[in-house]
């Protein structure tokens, strides 16, 4: 069973940076795409950024030239590095991966900004 933890979250000033960590059980080159979403109570989850393999990385238009999506395949860990944060970034925060075949999800991490 692939499991995905995510780390990193915690709370954080207007214009802080925080860099969350998403470590899977397996090797990343398992998945063809891993994401970053985002959600907040009431309401729909929120895609924040893909990164492919092989491809380019896209983000939402909400975030991009903030946040940067890469991965460490030595490590299998998928990480999301958020700066200039503002109090409308205050999510919990999931990973997601997925195969042709199967979707996962991590548990999510709370990120906080405050104003």
């Known amino acids: 069973q692939v499991q995905l933890v995510e780390s990193g979250g915690g709370l954080v000033q207007t214009g802080g940076s925080l860099k969350l960590s998403c470590a899977a059980s397996?090797?990343?080159?398992?998945?063809?795409?891993m994401h970053w979403y985002r959600q907040a109570p009431g309401k729909q989850r929120e895609l924040v950024a893909i990164?492919?393999?092989?491809?380019?990385?896209t983000y939402a238009a909400s975030v991009k030239g903030r946040f940067t999506i890469s991965r460490d395949n030595a490590r299998n860990t998928v990480y999301l590095q958020m700066n200039s944060l503002r109090p409308e970034d205050t999510d919990v925060y999931y990973c997601?991966?997925?195969?042709?075949?199967?979707?996962?999800w991590g548990q999510g991490t709370q990120v906080t900004v405050s104003s």
């Open positions: 397996t090797s990343l080159n398992s998945f063809i795409e």
């Open positions: 997601h991966a997925r195969t042709n075949y199967r979707h996962y």
């Open positions: 990164i492919r393999n092989p491809g380019p990385t």
